[in-house]
């Protein structure tokens, strides 16, 4: 099999702009049997629209060499205090379920097959793993690992005894990271195009990660790629960082193919167990609404999954955002950051049309915010890009979408934004299967390509 590889690289400076290093392509000859090879020893690892003007593509080029890693041995402990107790009993689970629980072994059955395929998962062990990533983003552990949750009342004080205000939630809205990371964009359920990412990119147990949401819908393994993701959450901690999208919202999941592929994979008898994937369904959505809605990388780079709003004055907005997020419309901002779009026609924050939520932003405000908050650069995905990461605003805005060949029409490339410890930027992009051999019967067939830079995806 043949690859070849374009690394495109962007020192970014405190004054935002870029030094281009563009180096040769490379070519590297392979024959292999399976697509993912991370977790098993091997060679040494690698270091919706938009008119198709708003953003330049890229050259197209497709993934490296495939890394390698070892999967470290997980050790999950129990919970047994009674707010576990209470977990237990809300979604049929019982405490000898949660000790018998082994993520490291959910982890290497999502692995082991070698290619994306659907893989059968017992309810328990799903509501299981929910209740351990609900509790990591309710209670996150500190630098020195113990919970940072508001401590109990103590016993007799009117606390204790009166019904007041709860705590402000200690779930974080905006996540603090440094570089070394690599930033990926929309997955929706393409597990054959996560297995890659790990594959191309390195081993989420050795590199970190930042995932800009929209893990589930469209694609046909959703539930293989939220399952993953959120046991490497629990598992590696400090590599995988996992933002919200708008796909994360329950109005949106109900409706495009999460919800329908819980009450199809989880049947009982010849019909579907509805009590089963709703619960399920359920859980999720709980564990939804306290995901981080935003990143900013070394201080310099921040990061979401929709857009920038006018309600972003500065960091500390981000931070305010009250968790648990049920509904996008409940917090103007947090709609925004999930939701807004760049557009080239735009002039300031416009209502978004085409979505009917939200705004669309032009050069001028991604100028204004990046001066505003002290940064370089924002990256975001929630939009297909022919190449897979595509510029805007005289790139200060990087669009990025990781899953290939997106809807049937499109060839679509996914990519990788990688940052080095230096904030230079490189890109590995992965084709879709089969895309010269469509590339040609198009071109056959008229020469004309009616594929779209971008595109919006709900």
Same mark, same amino acid.
């Given at each position: ?47 919706? &629209? ?49 000790? #018998?629980?082994?993520?490291?072994? !959910? ?52 606390? &204790? ?13 905006? !996540? ?5 990371? $690599? ?85 009982? #008898? ?57 509904? &996008? ?22 209502? $978004? ?102 595109? $919006?995806?709900?």
């Amino acid at each position: 099999m043949r690859s070849h590889t374009t690394h495109t690289h962007y020192s970014i400076t405190t004054q935002g702009t870029y030094h281009l290093l563009l180096q040769n392509n490379e070519c590297f000859e392979s024959e292999s049997t399976t697509i993912f090879h991370c977790f098993t020893p091997s060679t040494t690892p690698s270091a919706n &629209a938009p008119s198709p003007a708003t953003q330049t593509p890229p050259p197209p080029a497709a993934p490296s060499t495939i890394p390698s890693a070892t999967l470290p041995t997980a050790k999950p402990t129990a919970d047994t205090n009674k707010e576990g107790a209470s977990d237990f009993n809300q979604w049929n689970i019982t405490e000898a379920d949660e000790k #018998g629980f082994k993520l490291s072994q !959910l982890i290497k059955k999502l692995l082991k097959q070698g290619t994306a395929k659907a893989v059968p998962f017992e309810q328990k062990d799903v509501h299981i793993l929910l209740n351990r990533v609900f509790k990591y983003y309710t209670c996150p552990p500190d630098k020195k690992g113990s919970s940072t949750g508001p401590p109990p009342p103590p016993p007799g004080s009117a606390s &204790a005894t009166t019904s007041v205000t709860p705590p402000k939630s200690p779930a974080q809205p905006l !996540l603090e990271l440094q570089a070394p990371i $690599n930033i990926c964009g929309d997955t929706h359920g393409q597990y054959n195009d996560l297995l890659r990412i790990f594959n191309s990119c390195g081993a989420p147990t050795k590199n970190q990660y930042l995932f800009l949401g929209d893990y589930i819908d469209r694609g046909r393994h959703s539930l293989e790629v939220i399952i993953l993701l959120f046991a490497l959450k629990l598992a590696v901690p400090k590599k995988v960082h996992l933002l919200r999208g708008n796909h994360e919202l329950k109005a949106i999941n109900k409706n495009y193919g999460f919800y329908g592929e819980l009450k199809t994979r989880f049947r009982c #008898g010849a019909g579907t167990n509805t009590g089963v994937a709703e619960r399920l369904y359920a859980h999720f959505n709980q564990v939804f609404s306290y995901m981080p809605l935003a990143a900013i990388v070394s201080k310099r780079i921040l990061c979401m999954h929709g857009g920038i709003s006018p309600h972003l004055r500065t960091l500390d907005d981000i931070r305010g955002i009250g968790l648990p997020l049920e509904t &996008a419309k409940s917090n103007p901002l947090a709609c925004d950051l999930l939701w807004a779009d760049p557009e080239k026609t735009a002039n300031g924050f416009e209502p $978004n049309k085409i979505r009917a939520i939200s705004h669309i932003f032009g050069k001028k405000e991604v100028d204004d915010l990046c001066k505003r908050l002290d940064i370089d650069l924002i990256v975001r995905a929630h939009q297909v890009v022919e190449y897979g990461y595509a510029f805007f605003a005289d790139r200060r805005l990087i669009t990025v979408f990781s899953a290939s060949r997106y809807q049937d029409e499109l060839h679509n490339y996914a990519a990788v934004v990688i940052v080095n410890r230096m904030l230079e930027l490189s890109f590995v992009q992965l084709k879709p299967e089969e895309f010269e051999k469509r590339r040609e019967e198009q071109d056959k067939a008229g020469g004309a390509n009616q594929e779209q830079v971008t595109a $919006n995806t709900n």
